[in-house]
């Protein structure tokens, strides 16, 4: 059983950057593909990146050249790097697992963290 755990959100101002960690309090995240979702109040959860065990990595269009999604095993731990931030960006963000390839549907992922909450403003 994985347990994720997300950390680091926080208030920004826009054009700032938040460092998002993702770790897990129990099993190992080095075999399980990662990815971070976001739900902004009165949308649908989105994927916003995901890494496999490989480490290869996508992004959604809106945080391309922005976001970066890495992972330090020896921490257990996956990270959102997230710069350039933009109001737009508010959101509560979820790290989830899965066992298989990245994929942006939420009903894909077999494990999910209680998510950390952004919000951009100024």
């Known amino acids: 059983q994985l347990q994720l755990v997300e950390s680091g959100g926080g208030l920004v101002q826009p054009g700032g950057s938040l460092r998002l960690s993702c770790a897990a309090s129990?099993?190992?995240?080095?075999?399980?593909?990662i990815s971070w979702f976001r739900q902004a109040p009165g949308k649908e959860r989105e994927a916003v990146s995901c890494i496999d065990s490989s480490g290869g990595t996508k992004y959604a269009d809106s945080v391309k050249g922005r976001f970066t999604i890495f992972r330090d095993n020896a921490k257990n731990t996956v990270y959102l790097q997230m710069n350039s931030l933009k109001p737009e960006d508010t959101a509560v963000y979820y790290c989830?697992?899965?066992?298989?390839?990245?994929?942006?549907?939420?009903?894909?992922?077999?494990?999910w963290g209680k998510g950390t909450l952004v919000t951009v403003s100024s």
């Open positions: 129990s099993g190992t995240l080095m075999y399980y593909t």
């Open positions: 989830a697992a899965t066992s298989y390839y990245c994929s942006h549907y939420v009903s894909s992922m077999d494990y």
